[in-house]
């Protein structure tokens, strides 16, 4: 059955709408730790601590397409509910195309200062090669990243959660089966598991690229269009508390595994993390999904 947005949504219809993507960041949430797993088991607790310590620079970068993605599709979705389709369209293109240009100069920033960032964040000798080496292959992926997860909230706009499901799963278990391919068969260490993460990031990137890119059935097509900072203005205030909130839990685990660091070294910070990234991923999401108070749930409807 078809769901649209400007449909009248009861208890019924809006669990079956949002069904596809509370399933997707339950099934995000568990490869989302797949690295985790393969770099702690096979690599060493040293390479583990040194990818827990980078990936928050990562995710402090990639917060600026959780921003557009969030405050995007809201006014994506309020310019199609006025009817007005061709600069709904407009604004989509827009707000895809600029987080390309700012995920490409995002990471080119990122790389630059990758070393006096890791060296900051406490990174130890052994572990600052690690760092440099594993955060710098998912800067090159940082555009993937941050188109990745915008193009979940914008395919909820365009009617196609089921999709963004899809999507995840495909994404997922590319990261797995190239994460048991580089990291246990080839044994390429955290290199391998970060281009397992890339590819995996490409791929959640690349498709939904491909679909919006092609004539579809949805309401968004990436169309040409110019630059409105207004507009931009608008989506980043209404996107701003996803960044915000992104940033600081990112500024918290910086500052845990530091302390983690500094007080017990490379394996207790290993263990303590690996506790904390489960409930974090897998209780924190969870709980999200019986309280209905994230906004990964949230469904932009169509004004009357």
């Known amino acids: 059955m078809t769901i649209s947005l400007s449909d009248h949504f009861g208890y019924k219809k809006l669990i079956q709408f949002t069904l596809p993507t509370i399933a997707m960041m339950i099934f995000t949430s568990i490869y989302g730790i797949v690295d985790g797993l393969f770099i702690s088991n096979i690599v ?43 600069r709904a369209n407009e604004y989509f293109s827009m707000l895809i195309y600029l987080m390309i240009l700012s995920g490409i100069l995002f990471a080119i920033i990122g790389i630059l200062f990758l070393r006096p960032i890791a060296g900051i964040l406490g990174a130890t000798e052994g572990m600052l090669e690690t760092c440099i080496i594993y955060g710098a292959i998912l800067m090159v992926g940082l555009p993937s990243f941050m188109l990745q997860n915008s193009f979940q909230s914008f395919l909820v706009v365009a009617e196609k959660p089921r999709m963004g499901l899809v999507i995840s799963i495909i994404s997922g278990i590319t990261n797995m089966v190239f994460d048991f391919l580089l990291v246990y068969v080839f044994q390429f260490g955290v290199a391998g598991a970060g281009v397992a993460t890339l590819l995996s990031q490409i791929v959640g990137a690349i498709i939904p690229m491909i679909y919006f890119i092609r004539e579809n059935d949805s309401p968004l097509k990436l169309v040409k269009t110019s630059f409105d900072f207004k507009a931009i203005l608008k989506a980043s205030m209404n996107g701003a508390s996803e960044m915000v909130t992104n940033i600081s839990v990112s500024l918290v685990s910086m500052l845990y595994n530091w302390q983690l660091l500094r007080l017990s070294g490379e394996r207790w910070s290993c263990c303590l993390r690996n506790y904390y990234v489960c409930r974090f991923y897998l209780f924190g999401n969870l709980y999200g999904v019986f309280c209905w108070n994230r906004t990964y749930y949230w469904i932009p409807l169509w004004c009357k």
């Open 44 to 86: 060493g607790s040293e390479a583990f601590a040194a990818v827990n310590l980078i990936l928050p620079v990562i995710m402090v970068l990639g917060s600026f397409g959780f921003m557009i993605g969030t405050g995007g599709s809201a006014l994506v979705s309020k310019t199609l509910g006025e009817n007005h389709k061709k």
